[in-house]
């Protein structure tokens, strides 16, 4: 890794274990979106010169875009907000991971789990994927004044549906909640084929992150 220090925003602990020993500030938002925003003010107050990077698995929304693929984000869309990444930083990445797509990132409060969702955010905004962290993360750092970038790999494509197992297994710490996952699968065995899907779909995205651990270059 190259440049100054970094704050790595991301939704769950498996995203944060990459990170680890690189030195980063890392905040978990475990989907709760009051909770990200208290950790990162604190993360923000901790590390004055810090900049910002939003890092973990998305969910696809543009057709065509595979499981797995890296997604450099130009700037992340939010019920009409629209935050710009550093250019330069942007840049930066881009050269360092040249197998990376460069797109917009959608940010919302709730999980997009159905393809009908998905469709109809595309069709809002146009973005690649959707995330539950970059848009709180590219607000408060614009607020802070410090640069900000997202790498995002993406976990399920638009046709995918995140099946209800799989929307219960996530503690707002960013621990992964078994129990919850198992009860919601013997309520509704069903599930299973989708859930399976849904686990080596993530499984993709976190190897794909894990690919470019060190290659973060920072601004």
């Known amino acids: 890794m190259a440049g100054g220090e970094l704050i790595a925003v991301v939704g769950m602990t498996r995203e944060a274990r990459i990170l680890e020993g690189l030195g980063h500030g890392i905040v978990v938002g475990g989907g709760d979106t009051a909770n990200l925003r208290a950790?990162?003010?604190?993360?923000?107050?901790?590390?004055?010169?810090?900049?910002?990077?939003?890092?973990?698995?998305?969910?696809?929304?543009?057709?065509?875009?595979?499981v797995g693929d890296l997604i450099v984000a130009s700037a992340v869309l939010c019920q009409g907000e629209r935050w710009a990444c550093d250019e330069d930083w942007v840049r930066?990445?881009?050269?360092?991971?040249?197998?990376?797509?460069?797109?917009?990132?959608?940010g919302s409060d709730v999980a997009v789990a159905?393809?009908?969702?998905?469709?109809?955010?595309?069709?809002?905004?146009?973005?690649?994927?959707?995330?539950?962290e970059s848009h709180v993360a590219a607000r408060m750092a614009a607020e802070a004044g410090r640069?900000?970038?997202?790498?995002?790999?993406?976990?399920?494509?638009?046709d995918h549906a995140l099946p209800p197992a799989a929307l219960a297994g996530l503690r707002p710490d960013g621990t992964a909640n078994v129990g919850a996952v198992l009860?919601?699968?013997?309520?509704?065995?069903?599930?299973?084929?989708?859930?399976?899907?849904?686990?080596?779909?993530?499984g993709a995205a976190l190897k794909a992150l894990e690919a470019v651990r060190d290659r973060l270059v920072a601004p």
């Open 147 to 158: 640069p900000f970038a997202a790498v995002r790999a993406i976990s399920d494509g638009a």
């Open 39 to 66: 950790g990162l003010a604190a993360a923000l107050a901790a590390r004055p010169d810090a900049a910002v990077i939003s890092f973990g698995v998305a969910g696809g929304l543009a057709e065509g875009v595979p």
């Open 92 to 106: 930066r990445l881009l050269r360092a991971n040249r197998d990376a797509r460069v797109g917009t990132l959608a």
């Open 114 to 132: 159905d393809v009908a969702a998905k469709r109809a955010l595309w069709s809002t905004c146009g973005a690649l994927a959707v995330d539950m």
């Open 183 to 202: 009860t919601a699968l013997a309520a509704r065995p069903a599930q299973l084929p989708a859930l399976i899907r849904t686990a080596q779909g993530a």
